[in-house]
C-alpha cells in the first residue's frame, strides 16, 4: 500500500465517522451500510488511478507468493 495515502485516509476516517476503522490489506469493513462514509469513499477513489491500483496489487500478489 501508498504509506502517505493509507496515513491520509485513517486520519480523514477519523473524522469523518466515529466509527473504529475495521480494514484489512485489500479491503475495508462495515457493519451496517449507513456506516458507511461514502464522500470519503469516493475521495478515496479519486486519489489513485485504476492503473496504479492494479499495479500495487499485482506487485504485491507477486511478492506473496514469493514468500511462500
Do not use: N
Not at 7 to 17: P, Y
Not at 20 to 39: F, S, T, V
Amino acid at each position: 500500500a501508498d504509506p502517505k495515502l493509507l496515513k491520509w485516509f485513517q486520519e480523514a476516517h477519523a473524522k469523518a465517522t466515529p466509527k473504529e476503522l475495521d480494514m484489512g490489506k485489500r479491503c475495508i469493513r462495515y457493519e451496517k451500510a449507513e456506516d458507511i462514509p461514502y464522500k470519503l469513499i469516493g475521495e478515496l477513489a479519486t486519489k489513485i488511478t485504476v492503473e496504479d491500483w492494479i499495479e500495487k496489487y499485482e506487485t504485491e500478489l507477486k511478492d506473496s507468493r514469493k514468500k511462500k
